[in-house]
């Protein structure tokens, strides 16, 4: 099947737990920023500034857009999988569906570069 | 694989329960989040970036059309969550049966549109 080389781990137990992983560290993430942001209602500048500033933060936020990346292809892959298939789409699925998964990778590597450069590339 | 097996699924035929109905929109959101990731990307983005660019993220937040975009892409994050926990929690097994499944989707599906209006009300 040409379905389980564009996966993301090439099994589905692993991609089943790399999206949980991911998910749990989201789900912190999430928390983190919500409990953040209600416990400084008059954020400035310097003091989101300062946050970012911080090493910890910001190899948090990066593992998060990390997850983001994973979750987001395991998931998507479910979706094009089960939608653009020759059942639905007849004899051109495949093709669809690797165009729209290479769409999908350019917009994820596009994230991460921008994900990174937000972080690291701030004075 | 046989191709040729018998397929019966024209779900417009058939008369969806509410863990079906919560399962597709987990899906939607999913689908949606990808793009509106974008937005909080731009954010944080700004955000960082000077004082001017800080100062152009509130001025944004005070702009009908952003607010709407901003609440729709929270409201994405927080069903996809809700949802997302209830995966985890029936990962560990907890209302696997029938019954079970229906209830947890109920439960999470109030828990999800509460916290879509306390957004609502927090963006506004």
């Not at chain 2, 990731?37 to 100062?55: H, N, R, T």
Request: hydrophobic residues 55%; aromatic residues 12%.
């Amino acid at each position: 099947m040409v379905t389980s080389v564009t996966s993301f781990g090439r099994s589905g137990l692993y991609d089943w737990l790399i999206q949980r992983v991911g998910a749990v560290v989201m789900a912190a993430y999430v928390v983190f920023i919500c409990v953040y942001i209600a416990t400084n209602p008059e954020l400035t500048y310097e003091q989101w500034h300062a946050l970012f500033g911080q090493l910890w933060v910001r190899v948090f936020s990066l593992v998060t857009l990390l997850s983001f990346i994973t979750h987001a292809w395991i998931g998507l892959w479910s979706v094009l999988t089960d939608y653009l298939t020759e059942r639905l789409m007849g004899g051109k699925a495949t093709v669809l569906r690797i165009l729209a998964q290479v769409l999908l990778g350019g917009v994820s590597v596009t994230y991460l570069v921008w994900g990174i450069e937000i972080l690291w590339g701030f004075k | 694989m046989n191709k040729k097996r018998p397929v019966n699924l024209d779900l417009s035929t058939v008369k969806l329960p509410i863990t079906a109905y919560v399962s597709i929109l987990h899906r939607l959101s999913g689908v949606f989040l990808f793009a509106g990731v974008a937005v909080l990307l731009w954010m944080l983005d700004s955000s960082l970036d000077s004082q001017e660019s800080f100062a152009a993220v509130r001025d944004a937040s005070n702009n009908p059309v952003f607010k709407f975009v901003l609440w729709a892409v929270l409201a994405g994050l927080a069903y996809h969550t809700v949802m997302g926990i209830r995966h985890l929690l029936m990962d560990c097994g907890l209302g696997e049966s029938l019954e079970g499944g229906k209830r947890g989707a109920t439960i999470a599906l109030v828990l999800a549109i509460v916290l879509i209006a306390l957004l609502g009300v927090w963006v506004w």
